[in-house]
């Protein structure tokens, strides 16, 4: 070795060798390991640059290794083959921008048009709002191409000519912004196979996309959620391929062809949400293939063909027209698993004969009456059972305690009697309970305390009588207890405190008395303890319910002074003392709290709820001896003394609960979001701050939010949200993702929605920046003014404001939920422009975080969907839910919430009985023209679509907004 020790070599030798010898390993490497031909891989190559340039990052897509077949989302075939090739392409859920920089956007498809062994391409899930006219003209190399999907991009514009692909077996192109009519772009697609266009704005029928047998191949035709209308014709039949059919959520009019039933391969037919007539075709039944047929949300009347689920897993035929009784064979077929009838006109008896296969049953909203059949017990796996709103007039058959998976049990709005069966103590599954409407009697079964899965329990408006159980801590899931307008008595059991889920207690119109017990503190929505007995003083204890929205403790006997601990309610909306026998003077509440006291003769600073507050007359007594004292002391000293001493007593709560604080909020971080430079030179940070430390700018509080009204040195006004930073709904790391999330916002464009201009970050909250809307809540207008009443022009003008808003929101390509909508939420430029708020919220607030369920933190009290109590998911859904409310108020002049009953029920229970509609009108606005009220009613329609208590058959909001201009 040591021979060798010292000789030497150049570096520059050293290096060349090394480089050379580097040289001829890659492209050994490149030789041996990648099969394709050096067009593909330049092409390959290149495709990594421009896609790393319209996403800004390549984590997703892995160049690193030199052969394209071992990269992320890329496959070739066949792999170990001298004729390898690129045959799929997979960019779904990249990021990829076609506004960020449209070269490159046209270089992406350009490239992707050299790869002529091309089969399979998904771009699904990103934002390309446009396609290069190159793509569509000159990409003669994918040819052979035989999957494309391009949905969830927010494609606008016109549909494309698709003729130069004529390869195309499946094209998606659902979830976009596409306009226009379908004539001829899919002429030249003769092996189409499957075309999803659905979600989008496309016009037109189906003679013109599917006239002449133009594409006799397909399999799958989905054209949901666009505006096609006109009739279906007889020739669709001669798509003999077709497995599925959806129509569902369009404008299709007329009768329903009998040339369905000559699709011999027909698996799914879907027609829901159009304005179909008519008669369901007999036909159908004779389909063996059919496995869900869904025709809900239409105008179909007559009966329901016999035999029509003969080979059916699916049927769902809700709100129709359908009359006659229910085929006693249509429940029966072995292989049904769902059926949906409500509300039609269905009459008689529920048939006996019942599949076991059978896991939902909705018949409510008919005129069903007679018994429930016992056979249900047999269902073992049934978890749905909805038959409210009918006239069924038996008990309630304990053989339903057998139906073990049970999940919801609806019963409400018939005419059954008896008691509660204890054997439904053994549904340990059972999340929802409602009772309500009838006219059963008895005690509450302490074998229904044993439920621990019960979310919601609802026995209102019965003849229940007895005391409460302390058992019923054993509730522990439970969120939502009604027991309104029974005969309960008794006292309240402390048990109840232990319910640390529960967020509404309706216990008013009842016969209980004694001193209120500690409530536990989860209560959000509603305390009701109104029309009963209690007496003694209001318990100060009352006050820790930080988070609750309404307190009613009307027609009682409650005694004594109000406490002030009722005003540090931090979310309190709606206070109702009235009829008691309270004294003393009426604590100083935020101007946001309507509290209503009319009826309280001994009780200073009363409110009937107008907004209007009187002041008592002292007792002629005191006026008496005040002249005695006066006659001895001299009425000008003692007029001073006693001018002072009666205003600090009247005005002492006054005079404390305004703080001002001296030192403002200091700002760690602000930041525009707005590129306006009027508001950047207008928004002063700091005068800001100093606004929001002063509680009389306060302008409106929501269980999320504090507004404030702050002048800017130049006279401009705006409004400024307060979010808590503490809240335990707001996740951690918020701080540093929310100027990123508000930025995300900022960039929205849309007339009726509130757009953040700025924020300011300071150590323990957050505030954001809006452009003043003047007129103030929606809220404000329909319940605080008694002098203007909105006209049905400007309501109607509003709820087509909200429904584009919304809309607009929803078809965002991540679109945008609303944690709470609601008319508080709703500002209003003037009485006929509004604007949606908080849109904010889902982006920073994660239910997650927040003890009990998702209706414990989303939205506000009457306006949150019923699913939310046990599906924990914000969904499209509950915003349309929410919406519907609105709409309700608009339409009725109510509350959400009035006299300890949800808007939305009242509504739908007035709605079953169709005679009655009118009853739910607010008169002195329908009263105005026959016009108006036929207009009103129309709404009202829609209204009810969307408060449906099944998610699943509440209309999309592109849909509620068609259905709101249509009735114009």
């Not at 999803?196 to 037109?204: A, I, Q, W």
């Not at 139906?403 to 005419?415: I, P, V």
């Amino acid at each position: 070795m040591e021979r060798y020790a010292h000789i030497s070599f150049p570096f520059p030798i050293i290096f060349s060798c090394f480089f050379f010898f580097t040289i001829f390993f890659i492209h050994g490497l490149l030789a041996s390991s990648s099969q394709l031909n050096q067009t593909q891989v330049e092409i390959m190559r290149n495709l990594s640059k421009t896609l790393n340039s319209l996403t800004g990052s390549n984590s997703e897509w892995n160049t690193t290794n030199p052969d394209p077949c071992s990269w992320e989302r890329v496959t070739c075939s066949p792999q170990s083959s001298p004729d390898a090739a690129v045959t799929q392409l997979s960019f779904s859920g990249l990021g990829l921008s076609t506004t960020k920089n449209s070269s490159f956007s046209t270089l992406l498809f350009d490239l992707i048009c050299g790869l002529n062994t091309l089969e399979h391409l998904d771009l699904s899930l990103n934002s390309i709002t446009t396609l290069p006219e190159s793509f569509f003209a000159d990409c003669v190399g994918l040819s052979g191409l035989k999957s494309l999907n391009l949905s969830y991009n927010g494609l606008d514009g016109a549909l494309g000519n698709f003729s130069n692909f004529a390869g195309l077996e499946t094209l998606d192109l659902s979830f976009n912004h596409l306009t226009g009519p379908v004539h001829n772009q899919f002429d030249s697609l003769s092996r189409l196979k499957s075309l999803n266009l659905s979600s989008n704005r496309m016009v037109g029928t189906v003679q013109s996309l599917l006239g002449g047998g133009k594409v006799l191949t397909l399999e799958e035709l989905v054209l949901s959620s666009n505006n096609f209308s006109g009739n279906i014709p007889n020739s669709v039949s001669e798509y003999a391929n077709l497995t599925l059919l959806d129509l569902s959520q369009n404008s299709f009019n007329g009768s329903l062809p009998n040339g369905f039933g000559e699709f011999p391969k027909l698996e799914t037919l879907l027609l829901s949400s159009n304005n179909l007539v008519g008669d369901i075709p007999a036909s159908l039944s004779g389909i063996a293939t059919l496995s869900r047929f869904a025709a809900n949300e239409n105008k179909f009347s007559g009966t329901i063909p016999g035999g029509l689920t003969k080979y059916m897993r699916i049927l769902d035929l809700s709100y129709n027209q359908l009359g006659g009784e229910i085929p006693s064979d249509l429940l029966s077929p072995p292989s049904l698993e769902s059926v949906d009838l409500t509300g039609n006109h269905l009459e008689g008896a529920i048939p006996a004969n019942l599949s076991q296969g059978l896991y939902r049953l909705r018949l409510g909203g008919n005129l069903l009456n007679g018994t429930i059949p016992e056979a249900i017990g047999l269902l073992s796996g049934l978890k749905y059972l909805e038959l409210e709103g009918n006239k069924l007039d038996s008990g309630i058959p304990s053989q339903i305690g057998d139906c073990e998976n049970l999940t919801l049990l609806n019963l409400a709005d018939n005419r059954l009697r008896g008691g509660i069966p204890k054997e439904l103590g053994n549904l340990r599954q059972l999340v929802e309970l409602e009772l309500q409407m009838n006219n059963l009697s008895g005690g509450i079964p302490n074998e229904i305390f044993q439920l621990s899965s019960l979310s919601t329990l609802n026995l209102s408006r019965n003849s229940f009588s007895g005391e409460i159980s302390s058992a019923i801590s054993g509730l522990k899931k439970l969120t939502n207890l009604d027991l309104n307008d029974n005969m309960f008595f008794g006292s309240i059991p402390s048990s109840i405190n232990n319910l640390n889920n529960l967020i509404e207690l309706q216990l008013g119109n009842n016969n209980l008395s004694g001193t209120v017990p500690p409530m536990p503190s989860s209560l959000t929505i509603a305390l009701n303890l109104s029309s009963n007995l209690f007496g003694g003083s209001i318990p100060s204890y009352l006050g820790s319910l930080s988070e609750l929205e309404v307190l009613d403790l009307s027609h009682n006997n409650f005694s004594g002074e109000v406490p002030n601990s009722l005003t540090k309610l931090q979310s309190l909306t709606l206070l109702v003392l009235s009829y008691n026998r309270l004294s003393g003077v009426l604590p100083q509440f935020p101007p946001y709290v309507n509290v209503i006291t009319n009826g309280n003769v001994d009780l200073i600073g009363t409110n009937d709820g107008t907004g209007t507050v009187t002041k008592k007359k002292r007792s002629s007594l005191m006026i008496i001896i005040l002249a005695i004292i006066g006659a001895f002391l001299g009425l000008g000293l003692i007029a001073a003394v006693l001018l002072y001493v009666f205003s600090k007593r009247f005005y002492r709560v006054e005079d404390e609960g305004i703080e001002i604080s001296e030192n403002p909020p200091q700002i760690v971080d602000g930041c525009f979001v707005t590129s306006n430079s009027i508001h950047r030179s207008a928004i002063d940070f700091s005068k800001a701050m100093e606004a929001v430390s002063d509680p009389r700018n306060v302008t409106l509080k929501t269980r999320f939010c504090t507004y404030y009204k702050a002048a800017m040195p130049n006279g401009t006004s705006y409004s400024v949200k307060k979010l808590n930073w503490s809240d335990k709904s707001v996740p951690s790391g918020t701080h540093e993702k929310f100027g990123q999330e508000l930025e995300s916002l900022g960039r929205l464009s849309s007339s009726n929605v509130m757009v953040p201009l700025a924020y300011v970050l300071t150590e323990d909250s957050a505030y954001l920046f809006y452009e003043n809307a003047h007129e103030g809540t929606l809220f404000e207008f329909l319940h605080r003014s008694k002098e203007n009443i909105l006209d049905w022009s400007s309501r109607y003008s509003i709820a087509l404001g909200v429904a584009q808003g919304l809309t607009f929101l929803h078809g965002c390509a991540q679109p945008v939920l609303l944690l709470d909508l609601s008319t508080l939420t709703i500002h209003l430029k003037s009485t006929t422009e509004p604007q949606v708020g908080d849109i904010e919220l889902c982006k920073v607030i994660d239910p997650s975080k927040s003890t009990g369920s998702l209706s414990t933190v989303a939205g506000s009290v009457g306006y949150i969907p019923p699913e939310y109590a046990y599906t924990m998911r914000l969904t499209m859904s509950g915003n349309v839910y929410s919406f519907g409310v609105i709409l309700l108020e608009l339409l009725t002049g109510k509350p959400p919430v009035s006299e300890g009953v949800e808007l939305a029920k009242w509504a739908l229970s007035y709605s079953t009985r169709r005679d009655q509609r009118e009853q739910i009108l607010d008169p002195r606005v329908s009263k105005a023209s026959l016009g108006v009220r036929s207009q009103m009613l129309s709404v009202l329609k829609v209204a009810l679509a969307c408060v449906n208590l099944s998610p699943e058959a509440r209309p999309k909001m592109r849909h509620v907004l068609s259905m709101l201009f249509n009735a114009k």
